[in-house]
């Protein structure tokens, strides 16, 4: 069930409803409806009934990236809506024309943002700003709302730990396609005006705690470049792939992550799988790896 956290902000599973004057402004739609199944006792259903009750229609929908557990609502929402909603995501985003193609929306019903941008919606100004990185397709769009101060982050901030020497998340390493830009969006956040941070996947953080978060994730990005480089640098003629496992042990010892669990990334549950380190870790390391082997 979801509750108020702030007067017109109503929090259920992965999803802020802002209830303005005339309307209700949705971000980030999240996914349990699709994780259970069923429409009923959704978020979606939740939030629904709650702009009915309050006769403030769903008015704009802003998704942070296209990664399913971040729209996987979406077509709960898009089929109950009667009038038309709005999209708000990355101009990159392969959502739009996915959802044209099976008649969810029409192409006018998106707005697409490629720039730091305004938009005035329902009496609140919203920041958006893309933060390219983590997605293959940089299309990571974060949402900041500057009344209230907060900010939604999406998959930004992936400490995997309370600090660089402390990894107890999922894995050692943040998950993300383009360093470069990731390292770009991290600092961009970094000098934002914010008083809360709400991630995609329904972390609330406040000031401090959000500014340390992006910290670790940014020193763990940075320290995946300088090995890298490294790497490139003392086995020049060495194939990319075994360098990034050595990029990825060194990060383990570092980060004092559990060595069964960082044994067992590496292993596919399923045969013909792609193991939880090809998927999730290999990417950003490659991106470093290859970098460091193609400047040489
Ligand atoms: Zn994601």
């Known amino acids: 069930m979801g509750q108020y956290i702030s007067e017109g902000l109503f929090f259920s599973q992965r999803t802020l409803a802002v209830l303005g004057k005339n309307a ?27 702009s009915k009750s309050l006769h403030k229609d769903i008015s704009h929908i802003w998704y942070s990236h296209y990664h399913g557990d971040h729209v996987g609502n979406l077509p709960f929402y898009l089929k109950r809506i009667s009038d038309p909603v709005f999209l708000i995501g990355h101009a990159n985003s392969p959502i739009p024309e996915q959802y044209s193609k099976v008649q969810l929306i029409q192409p006018a019903q998106f707005i697409p943002i490629s720039r730091q941008q305004e938009l005035f919606l329902d009496g609140r100004i919203y920041q958006f700003i893309p933060t390219p990185g983590h997605s293959i397709y940089q299309d990571d769009l974060c949402a900041y709302l500057r009344q209230e101060k907060i900010l939604l982050v999406g998959d930004m901030l992936q400490p995997q730990g309370t600090s660089y020497e402390k990894a107890d998340g999922l894995s050692p390493v943040p998950y993300f396609f383009d360093g470069l830009s990731y390292l770009d969006s991290l600092t961009i956040l970094q000098n934002l005006d914010f008083e809360q941070v709400i991630t995609g996947h329904a972390q609330r953080l406040d000031k401090n705690t959000a500014h340390l978060w992006l910290d670790v994730t940014f020193a763990c990005v940075k320290r995946i470049q300088t090995l890298a480089q490294m790497a490139a640098q003392n086995q020049p ?17 570092e980060r004092h992550f559990d060595k069964n669990m960082a044994l067992a990334r590496k292993n596919s549950s399923m045969p013909h799988h792609k193991s939880d380190y090809v998927l999730y870790d290999l990417p950003g390391i490659r991106y470093f790896v290859q970098q460091s082997l193609q400047s040489r």
Request: charged content about 25%; glycine content about 4%.
């Open 24 to 50: 209700c402004v949705v971000l980030e739609p999240g996914y349990d409806a699709v994780v259970q199944g069923k429409y009923a006792s959704s978020s979606v259903e939740e939030i629904i009934e709650l």
């Open 237 to 253: 003629k060495q194939v990319a792939e075994v360098l990034c496992e050595q990029v990825y042990d060194q990060l383990v010892q």
